[in-house]
């Protein structure tokens, strides 16, 4: 069974070619991200990634985390792995120095967040829910509360998790109703069920800190009704010192498809007289801080989809170089070869190649925008960065999630009916990625949130900035010759005009009839995602054979070309037919009465 191999290559390229990282480093309090530690910090997280959660991801996965009288055990080797993880710095390495933390653009944490999830999914999701905890604390926590928890979460002493889900209210969090009761010491009571809490409960920490969305006695009904709280597993003391056990326990854990080693708990707050908690930010807006966290999260899980491609494309790679079966097509008699010779083997491996790579530089693109939204001197560009992230996080955490699944279900083709076999590890893939599509907002949620709040409600603003970015690559593509980039030119611009065309027809339909409109969402998500990625992959072909040009021999460049090409052939062009099934679709799918279904 072959292990991971971090892309260190090609994460490099699109760091420094195609997001801007010397840009990057020029933005105030990014300075200290230059070319060289960002390197040395990528090959580190590299041998971490390689030599401690890639050899644990199979444990983890038939071990499981194990519940037991309230409290979980995790597999063998991760309690280890997690405080080897917290004493490295990997915790702490987007967070304010503030607080302990490193203070490192979104960008580097990207595609070192990309490590973790490709290595081993399970592990990864700990510190990307106590990531999320962080910012909204620091975003909207007092003084007193960023002062007991954030220096011990940022150095992974202390974990954190997020508590929307109840049995009654999944998705629709305006039927929230854990409630929250007012202490005359300023604290609260927390009363209520929470279900789906990934790490919820676990081994590897001291404390672990949950927010906890609720309701206080004179909160509305709806949304505009949930305030948030923290609720840590043990209380803390004045000094910082850890005291009782605090009223918040997990009474069982999930038996799931995949990501076993993910604890996903079901937690009782107030069994025993309630939970305490304090308030976080201002009462009856715990949903505006909670979609801080949020966000965060939707960019993590974004990034699994990407890393799950790399993953399951290099496991499938590793075999059809191994497998010999079947003499070379078009040979009589000669010697049998292995599978990777064969040519829908290879239709099959760039398939998942090009999709790591575009899903990769997209994500990096985005999240350097983000760095450029927060920390840019100029308003005018930190709001422009800003929309343009806004519009994208959708694109992201849903294409990539969506194309992560169909790369994992082909990397067990690749391996024919060995990859039916859980031996060989491909099967594990398909099943560890099929929540990421599911979990932090379904891919029909970001797709909603994409047409309405983020192209609707502006006229499709962000959009036409995009699209109009998109067109001015055109020229450049024009200016090179040979055969692949014609038909990269060729299929990005059919693209970019398919994109604006069902674009338009969202923005136009969208007020008059949201049905119709939303009966398109995912094929327009899905789209745009295909698009966004040629974008990325015809702006990579650009440098390669700038490169090339250049006098670089190094044979990176010649496959960065031919992948783009592939990418153009069998990917950029499926976006007339998803054009056409958003702006003509939406008869077939709200037509049939619901008695015949």
């Known amino acids: 069974m072959s292990e991971y191999i971090a892309p260190v290559r090609d994460m490099q390229f699109v760091l420094k070619e195609l997001a801007g990282l010397e840009q990057v480093a020029q933005l105030p309090g990014c ?29 983890g996965d038939r071990e499981g985390a194990q519940w037991r009288d309230q409290q979980v055990t995790m597999p063998k080797g991760f309690k280890e792995a997690y405080r080897l993880f917290a004493e490295s710095g990997w915790t702490a390495l987007g967070s304010d120095p503030e ?27 700990c510190p990307l ?82 927010l906890v969305l609720a309701r206080t006695p004179t909160g509305p009904e709806g949304v ?40 996903t708990a079901v937690m009782a707050f107030g069994d025993h007289g309630g939970a305490v908690g304090h308030l976080v930010g201002e009462e009856n ?6 979609f ?50 064969h040519p829908d083997v290879r239709r099959m491996l760039m398939s998942m190649k090009a999709q790591a790579e575009a899903s990769r530089a997209l994500a990096y693109v985005v999240g350097a925008a983000h760095d450029a939204a927060i920390h840019h001197p100029d308003a005018e560009t930190r709001k422009r960065n800003q929309a343009f992230v806004d519009l994208m996080i959708p694109v992201v955490k849903g294409w990539s999630t969506e194309i992560g699944i169909e790369v994992a279900s082909t990397g067990v083709q690749v391996h024919g009916g060995m990859g039916y076999i859980e031996e060989t590890g491909a099967a594990q893939h398909l099943r560890d990625a099929r929540i990421s599509a599911i979990y932090e907002g379904t891919t029909g949620i970001q797709a909603n949130d994409l047409i309405g709040r983020k192209m609707a409600r502006e006229g499709g603003a962000t959009l036409k900035t995009v699209i109009a970015a998109m067109r001015a690559l055109d020229a450049e593509l024009a200016g090179q010759g040979g055969e692949h980039f014609a038909a ?48 990325q992959m015809a702006r990579a072909a650009l440098v390669a054979q700038a490169k090339i040009d250049a006098g670089d021999s190094d044979p990176f460049y010649g496959a960065k070309i031919v992948t783009t090409r592939y990418y153009a052939d069998h990917l950029l062009s499926q976006a007339e037919g998803l054009a056409s099934s958003v702006t003509d679709g939406a008869a077939g799918v709200v037509a049939l009465a619901e008695e015949m279904f």
């Open 31 to 59: 300075e200290e991200a230059t070319p060289d530690l960002v390197d040395a910090i990528l090959e580190e997280a590299a041998k971490f990634a390689e030599g401690v959660l890639s050899p644990l991801n199979a444990v």
């Open 99 to 125: 607080w302990g933390g490193q203070g490192l653009p979104k960008v580097v944490g990207a595609a070192v967040t990309e490590m973790w999830k490709s290595a081993n999914h399970a592990f990864s999701l």
């Open 129 to 210: 829910l106590t990531t999320g905890a962080i910012e909204a604390l620091v975003l909207s926590g007092s003084d007193r509360i960023k002062k007991t928890y954030l220096e011990k979460m940022v150095s992974g002493e202390w974990t954190g998790t997020m508590n929307l889900t109840e049995p009654n209210a999944g998705s629709d969090l305006a039927a929230v109703r854990a409630r929250a009761e007012p202490q005359a010491d300023g604290s609260y009571r927390i009363f209520g069920q929470k279900i789906f809490i990934t790490y919820g409960e676990h081994d590897l920490a001291e404390n672990i800190v949950h």
């Open 224 to 263: 505009k009704g949930i305030s948030l709280f923290v609720v840590p597993k043990f209380l803390v003391g004045d000094d910082g010192s850890l005291g009782a056990r605090n009223d918040a326990w997990c009474v069982s854990i999930e038996h799931k498809l995949g990501i076993h080693a993910s604890p």
């Open 285 to 290: 807006r715990g949903l505006e801080t909670m």
């Open 292 to 341: 801080v966290m949020m966000n965060a999260a939707r960019f993590g899980v974004g990034l699994e989809g990407v890393a799950v491609c790399e993953r399951a494309y290099q496991r499938a790679r590793d075999y059809a170089r191994d497998r010999i079966q079947c003499t070379d097509i078009g040979v009589r008699g000669g010697p049998k070869v292995a599978i990777i010779a």
């Open 488 to 535: 990269i030119r060729s299929r990005f611009t059919a693209g970019v005009d398919a994109v604006a065309k069902a674009g338009e027809w969202i923005v136009a339909t969208y007020g008059a009839d949201v049905r119709a409109a939303s009966a398109g969402a995912v094929p327009f998500l899905r789209l745009l995602g295909i698009v966004a990625g040629g974008w």
